[in-house]
């Protein structure tokens, strides 16, 4: 079965959004999540059917992944500064933070995939992992980091 672009690159992000909340819950390294996406979570099953994240765009997924991580100063800085004053990323949900360092890096460094593309996945994302007022958050932080970084 042939996944169009679009839709492997959302898996993609939905992965990269998962690893990086792996990464920060259990110190693993980027390189070790990665070949584990890869081995175990991209893999077809043993009955041939598709695990759940075999349609992601693997190279597109490691960038992300690998981005963040080499740029986390400057992503979680551009990410900080349109936080309400008194709040810290720190203080965020871990999968909140694992959502706007993955937006703000394709933001950032990712001038190929346009703005819009980026702030609605991102959102869609939030609204898949949270029922409360996340998603509203994640577009506004999204939206005021692209203001910065895409002018």
């Not at 070949?35 to 099953?45: G, I, L, Q, Y």
């Not at 349609?55 to 309400?84: I, N, P, W």
């Not at 360092?101 to 190929?112: C, S, T, V």
Request: charged fraction near 30%; proline fraction near 4%; aromatic fraction near 8%.
């Amino acid at each position: 079965m042939t996944v169009p672009p679009k839709q492997a690159r959302s898996v993609a992000r939905l992965a990269a959004v998962q690893a990086l909340y792996q990464m920060e819950v259990s110190s693993v390294g980027a390189e070790a999540v990665i070949r584990e996406f890869a081995e175990h979570r991209f893999d077809r099953d043993a009955e041939g059917g598709d695990a759940p994240l075999a349609a992601a765009d693997e190279a597109f997924f490691a960038d992300l992944v690998r981005g963040v991580v080499e740029h986390q100063k400057a992503v979680d800085a551009a990410v900080a500064r349109k936080l309400a004053a008194g709040w810290r990323l720190d203080r965020l949900d871990a999968t909140a933070r694992a959502i706007l360092r993955a937006g703000a890096f394709e933001l950032i460094h990712r001038a190929d995939v346009p703005t819009e593309v980026v702030i609605d996945e991102y959102v869609e994302l939030a609204k898949s992992f949270f029922e409360g007022p996340e998603p509203g958050f994640v577009n506004g932080a999204l939206d005021a980091v692209a203001q910065d970084a895409r002018r």
